[in-house]
């Protein structure tokens, strides 16, 4: 990660103002960054080297200089964006070289994160993000498609509502420019369907595609299929996925079916993934997929599935 200018909260030449903040006001902010670093970079792995890379940022500066900072939240969450604006350029390459399809890392409800952890005491990175709209397969999807300036830009002013001096501080751009950047980003996504606070019915239908597709009944899964759905895996090279998305309601239909038959052993389990209702495969009481839906007007139109082992720690049998 390239280290960019901080940001100063202190006029030059002045002394120390205040004594330095002390350890619990700073690892306080760890919840805030983990949220903003998630929603970022869309994964829990390289959001928990963001926030450690900031904090690495912040113990670096000498005692007098973390006692002249106003602000040591401010400071942390401009330092965290930049990192992660940093961090989103170079994953752009390293996706071009990813095998298959990448889908980010999927999360499930605080409640239920069971695996992982590194020691007494120890709290996990998923512990800390605040499930909503903002953190929904979709929604993480969309954001993928645009750059990463338009990404931080957005994520910064339409989610967590900094003000867009605030966010020019981050991206280097001017007020105006990050105001154009937000904007060509807002026109990438979706209007909320009515559906969509439906969060009941959403799960009625994922039921249905879990009792559908383990008794192999193609036709009811193509009743619950919307004409246009596609299946997206993501095996990244370590586990078998389809190399593209399966299109077509007919196609993902049969397609499933053959995967239930090829792993005769495989249970579905019900669980939310990134706060929406979602399907975990296990296999031997092990985690081997997550999948995420897309369902509107009572149909499936998106099925994200990740099967990459390293996307999966935060999962394990309940």
């Not at 000498?62 to 992660?84: F, I, K, M, N, Y």
């Not at 996990?124 to 929604?139: G, H, K, N, Q, W």
């Not at 007919?250 to 038959?261: H, I």
Request: charge should be neutral.
């Amino acid at each position: 990660m390239t280290n960019p200018a901080e940001p100063e909260r202190t006029a030059p030449g002045q002394e120390q103002v205040s004594a330095e903040p002390g350890p619990d006001a700073v690892m306080g902010e760890r919840r805030a960054l983990t949220n903003l670093a998630y929603r970022l970079l869309g994964s829990l792995a390289d959001a928990e080297d963001a926030v450690q890379e900031t904090y690495a940022r912040w113990y670096a500066l000498s005692p007098e200089r973390r006692a002249a900072v106003d602000s040591p939240g401010a400071w942390l969450r401009t330092v965290a964006g930049r990192v992660c604006l940093d961090v989103l350029g170079s994953a752009r390459a390293r996706r071009e070289r990813y095998v298959g399809q990448w889908i980010p890392e999927p999360l499930p409800d605080p409640t239920e994160w069971v695996g992982g952890r590194r020691g007494p005491g120890s709290v996990d990175p998923a512990d800390r993000i605040t499930l909503d709209e903002s953190v929904s397969m979709a929604f993480l999807v969309v954001l993928e498609a645009m750059t990463p300036a338009e990404r931080v830009a957005f994520i910064l002013h339409d989610v967590f509502r900094y003000p867009f001096a605030e966010v020019a501080e981050i991206v280097g751009r001017t007020p105006a420019a990050c105001r154009q950047l937000a904007s060509s980003a807002r026109r990438r996504v979706p209007a909320p369907e009515p559906e969509a606070g439906s969060a009941a019915r959403r799960a009625d239908v994922v039921r249905a595609f879990k009792d559908a597709w383990q008794a192999k009944d193609i036709g009811a899964l193509v009743g619950l299929l919307a004409p246009d759905v596609t299946a997206t895996g993501d095996g990244g090279g370590v586990t078998a996925a389809a190399p593209e998305p399966v299109a077509g309601a007919e196609r993902v239909a049969r397609f499933f079916a053959e995967r239930t038959a090829a792993a005769p052993g495989m249970r579905l389990v019900e669980r939310s993934v990134n706060g929406q209702p979602g399907l975990v495969a296990l296999v031997d009481g092990v985690t081997v997929s997550v999948m995420a839906f897309d369902v509107t007007d009572g149909r499936i139109h998106r099925i994200w599935a990740v099967l990459n082992p390293d996307k999966l720690r935060p999962w394990k049998a309940s």
